[in-house]
Each structure stands twice: as C-alpha cells, then as structure tokens.
C-alpha cells in the first residue's frame, strides 16, 4: 500500500489528453513539492516534473504537473504512442521521515 | 552527460549478505545527496536510503532499517549499499539516484541502470 494513490491506468486515444492524479496528505504533499518520474519498461526511471510543475531540459512541454492541496495531477496533452510508460509522483513525507512513491499509473494509447 | 554506474548485485541465499557499489565517472558525487531506490519485480518504486553529501544525515526506509547500511567514499566517488539478513522480499532491482537539493524542493534527477538482487534458495 503505497503513501501516495495513484490510478493503475489511464488511457485515451492519440492526439488525446490524460491525466492522472497523486492523492496525499498534509504530511507529503501537502507541504513538500512533488517530482514526477516516467518509466519505461526495463529501464530506469527519468524525471519528468519537479518542483509541482517544472520540465527539465529536454521534456516536452506537452507534460504538465499541478498541484491543490494534497494532490498533485500530471497531464499530458496530445497523447502519442511513445508516452506510453509507467508514472509515478514522489515526495518527502516528514511524520514517516521517508521519500514515497505513488504506486504508479500506466498509461496506454489506445 | 551525468552517469551513474551501480555494480555489486547478484544471486543470495536468505539470510545472506551482499554490497552493492555505486559510481560517478562524469561528476563529484561529494555535492550531492545521494539515494538508493529499489523496485521489485513487477511492482513500483520503494526509497530504500539517503545519504548527504558529508554523511551527516543518513535515513532509511522501514523496511530496511537495522539490515542495510548507506556509506559514501568521497575520494573514490561512490556510494554503497551494504546489505545484511537478506529477505525474498528484498529482490528488486536497485537504484542509484542524485537528489538535487539546491531550489525549491529536492527531486531525484539523475537515477542510474540499476543492478538486480535476488534473494533466493
């Protein structure tokens, strides 16, 4: 049972746009600012967002993060078949002096 | 390019003992907070340890308290993971992340290939 709750997938057809939230507490995301990783399989993570709704150099802006309260949504407009990846968001949690994950949502392109 | 390079995985017994090492060929390690970061076959992301750049501060996660230790060598430029009374829950995949530290929040922006453990009979 992860911290963080994400959905285990989300779909929608290319050109689309998908969302997926990060649900926490007042412990995490309620005080720490949220990092969105996207994995694809058998490799490593990457960071995608940081700082709530900040790209590193490199990621396209058709990924966005946002952040109300406790939760955290990462977006992601013009769906292509190339974003189909696992994403996770992840946070300090101070009560449980921890890093967590959300569980991981995968996306597929219908 | 940043790179991280984790070595030291394997194949051990329950109960068993394994050090996983980790590199920095391209920058001073000694600047960054430095993580590992497990994923089990299968599942999804576990922070496992942390480490500050002098190792002043040293956390763990709950699941690895007391077996696992995080250590750095500043000199040689790598961190290490040494872990002890390994558990089949322990197989994972093994990650070494840079924290970025300096801005508004801190995020792991650099992971490395991982290195596989299996614990197992």
């Known amino acids: 049972q992860s911290v963080l709750t994400q959905p285990p997938s989300v779909s929608a057809a290319p050109g689309q746009k998908v969302t997926i939230s990060c649900s926490g507490g007042s412990s995490n995301i309620g005080n720490y600012y949220v990092s969105w990783y996207q994995q694809f399989p058998g490799t490593a993570p990457k960071l995608l967002i940081y700082?709530?709704?900040k790209r590193p150099s490199g990621i396209s802006d058709r990924f966005s993060g946002s952040t109300s309260g406790t939760s955290a949504t990462l977006g992601i407009t013009g769906l292509q078949t190339v974003d189909e990846a696992d994403y996770y968001c992840g946070t300090w949690d101070d009560s449980l002096s921890e890093e967590v994950f959300g569980g991981g949502t995968k996306v597929t392109v219908l | 390019e940043v790179q991280l390079v984790e070595s030291g995985g394997g194949l051990v017994k329950p109960g068993g003992s394994l050090r996983l090492s980790c590199e920095a060929p391209r920058f001073s390690l000694s600047n960054y907070n430095m993580n590992w970061v497990r994923q089990a076959p299968g599942k999804g992301l576990e922070w496992v340890s942390s480490i500050t750049g002098h190792s002043t501060y040293i956390y763990y996660g709950d699941s690895v308290k007391g077996r696992f230790t995080i250590s750095r060598d500043n000199a040689r430029n790598s961190v290490f993971l040494q872990m002890t009374s390994l558990r089949d829950e322990d197989t994972a995949v093994y990650y070494c992340?840079?924290?970025?530290?300096?801005?508004?929040?801190?995020?792991?922006?650099?992971w490395g290939q991982g290195t596989l453990v299996t614990v197992s009979t």
């Open positions: 992340v840079r924290e970025h530290t300096e801005g508004l929040g801190n995020y792991f922006d650099y």
């Open positions: 700082d709530n709704n």
